[in-house]
């Protein structure tokens, strides 16, 4: 009887023209449909061995679909390798799709139909260097998590002894010092002994932070194209190396819009039949990107002179008059994606005209930086 159960599955399997794998450590869950769109095998794979031995079997040319997440990449170019055609699905994209509660078995049925949703961006197979510099942002934005965390903490158990620290890393770096050294001061000494560790540890995070941001400026110079993506206003080394880790492949979205729109910097609709209703940002896609893109737009419009009659520097200031910082600023780094779009697809730098009109300059005739 199971050897006839075995027979069928891979008689099904064979009649297979997408496989679906929900993704786990130990555990993987394989859902199959035929050219009809119906399911017509499912298997469970309880060990990482037995998945790379089912996936060696698979017949040649299958589409395989899996969800974004820890182990998709590997596997990913593991049966790239193999002469798959693989498509890593965002994983938003395929909550969406799910019906029932969410369980391995619905997952696997829910990849298959977000598959089958032409309008869903795959995220592309990365190279190995690629996924190295993505570690680097990484562990860089826990760093950064971790010490932003830190330092309000210490802010919140100063002020239970009305205490109060002024904003930034410079009120923190000036006063607690002062704090735990002064042993007649208000606060108590266990507190102070307290301070003292979290303090040392935040610096020392601190440090870890710019060794991450000397590691990714290194980076940022060898690398032709981010040199490139530097001459933009706003982009520097740090933005320039997270857009190279993402490996867009711009050339998969027909203008620059769409490919801003990949990243959630423009409105989010709530149109109906004739009116069309933009609301706020609509945050899609890679939070991380847009969070810096953002970070960028505001340093630009911190440095921005009011008195200067660049047409560029005018529209900015129009925008900060008209829709607030934060709105020019969300503005601005739409504009920078789209320039991006056409940078990343050729071999020019980006300049600005005197006339507001922008032009491509070859890159070793163009300045590096704007």
């Not at 075995?6 to 394989?30: G, Y």
């Not at 002024?166 to 002994?193: C, T, Y």
């Not at 610096?203 to 530097?230: S, T």
């Not at 601005?332 to 320039?339: E, S």
Request: positive net charge.
């Amino acid at each position: 009887m199971k050897e006839h159960t075995t027979v069928e599955s891979a008689t099904a399997l064979r009649a297979c023209t997408a496989i679906a794998v929900d993704l786990a450590k130990r555990v993987f869950q394989v859902a199959g449909q035929d050219a009809l769109g119906q399911v017509i095998y499912q298997e469970r794979s309880k060990s990482r061995e037995a998945f790379a031995a089912f996936l060696r079997s698979l017949p040649v040319r299958l589409t395989v679909l899996m969800e974004a997440g820890p182990g998709a990449q590997a596997w990913a170019r593991q049966l790239s390798g193999q002469g798959h055609a693989v498509r890593i699905l965002p994983a938003q994209r395929v909550a969406e799709h799910r019906s029932g509660a969410k369980n391995d078995r619905n997952d696997a049925h829910a990849i298959l139909r977000a598959g089958r949703d032409t309008n869903i961006k795959s995220v592309p197979l990365k190279s190995v260097q690629a996924l190295a510099m993505q570690a680097l942002h990484r562990v860089r934005q826990g760093y950064v998590r971790r010490r932003t965390a830190l330092g309000n903490q210490m802010r919140g158990l100063l002020l239970e002894h009305d205490i109060a620290l002024a904003k930034g890393d410079a009120a923190i770096m000036r006063s607690v010092p002062l704090i735990v050294e002064e042993a007649s001061h208000r606060a108590p000494e266990l507190l102070r002994e307290l301070l003292a560790d979290m303090l040392a540890e935040w610096e020392h995070m601190g440090a870890r932070i710019q060794a991450l941001n000397a590691k990714l400026q290194e980076q940022a110079r060898q690398d032709a194209k981010a040199r490139q993506l530097m001459s933009v206003r706003g982009i520097g080394p740090i933005i320039s190396t997270a857009l190279l880790a993402k490996q867009t492949q711009p050339e998969r979205f027909p203008n620059s819009r769409q490919f801003a729109a990949y990243f959630g910097a423009v409105p989010d609709q709530h149109s109906s039949g004739p009116k069309v209703r933009l609301g706020k940002m609509s945050k899609r896609g890679d939070g991380y990107v847009r969070s810096l893109m953002i970070e960028g737009a505001h340093a630009v419009l911190r440095r921005l002179d009011p008195a200067s009659q660049h047409s560029d520097d005018r529209r900015l200031l129009r925008w900060v008059q008209r829709h607030g910082r934060k709105g020019a600023a969300i503005r601005l780094a739409n504009r920078n994606l789209r320039i991006v779009w056409v940078l990343l697809q050729n071999d020019h730098n980006y300049c600005r005209q005197p006339q507001g009109q922008t032009q491509a300059a070859p890159m070793q005739e163009a300045d590096m930086h704007d």
